[in-house]
């Protein structure tokens, strides 16, 4: 279920009712297969979330290691399901000059860090929800062009 936004709120009755009112203006609930989906899973957590959090552990430090070997340290995560580092020094801080070269040269998407923002510039984020064969293959390229 990465990228599906699921939520509950309690507290305030006042605050729930004017958060109700502008929930309804921007969007209207999600799907009822998500909701009985993310029900399943944390009726299930104890059982679903150790295997998934190791084969993010494990992308996470595969990443981690051929960004290393590029030439491009990273620190790790404790949690997440990105990797989010700088900016190899040759682009000068610009994500999306480091993102289209990267998509030129190398064939490989990553997310440059200016669309979260304008602090963002100066870092990109590599997702770990692709499967290991394809991250792989994505780290092959990327060391195959690092350093030139």
């Given at each position: 279920m990465t990228?599906?936004?699921?939520?509950?709120?309690?507290?305030?009755?006042?605050a729930i009712?004017?958060?109700?009112?502008?929930?309804?203006?921007?969007?209207?609930?999600f799907?009822?297969?998500?909701?009985f989906a993310a029900a399943a899973a944390l009726d299930n957590m104890e059982s679903l979330v150790p295997p998934i959090n190791?084969?993010?552990?494990?992308r996470r430090d595969m990443v981690a290691a051929a960004?290393?070997?590029?030439?491009?340290?990273?620190?790790?995560?404790?949690?997440?399901?990105?990797?989010?580092?700088?900016?190899?020094?040759?682009y000068n801080g610009?994500?999306?000059?480091?993102?289209?070269d990267l998509l030129?040269?190398?064939?490989?998407?990553?997310t440059p860090g200016r669309g979260y923002g304008v602090t963002g510039d100066g870092f990109y984020r590599i997702s770990l929800t692709y499967p290991d064969d394809v991250i792989q293959e994505a780290l092959d390229r990327i060391r195959s062009i690092a350093g030139k």
């Open positions: 990228g599906w936004r699921v939520g509950c709120v309690v507290g305030n009755p006042s009712k004017a958060l109700k009112t502008v929930k309804d203006n921007i969007d209207n609930g799907m009822r297969g998500i909701q190791a084969v993010y552990k494990r960004l290393a070997e590029a030439g491009w340290p990273v620190e790790v995560p404790k949690a997440t399901i990105y990797i989010w580092a700088p900016v190899p020094e040759k610009s994500s999306a000059a480091f993102a289209e030129e040269k190398a064939g490989v998407v990553i």
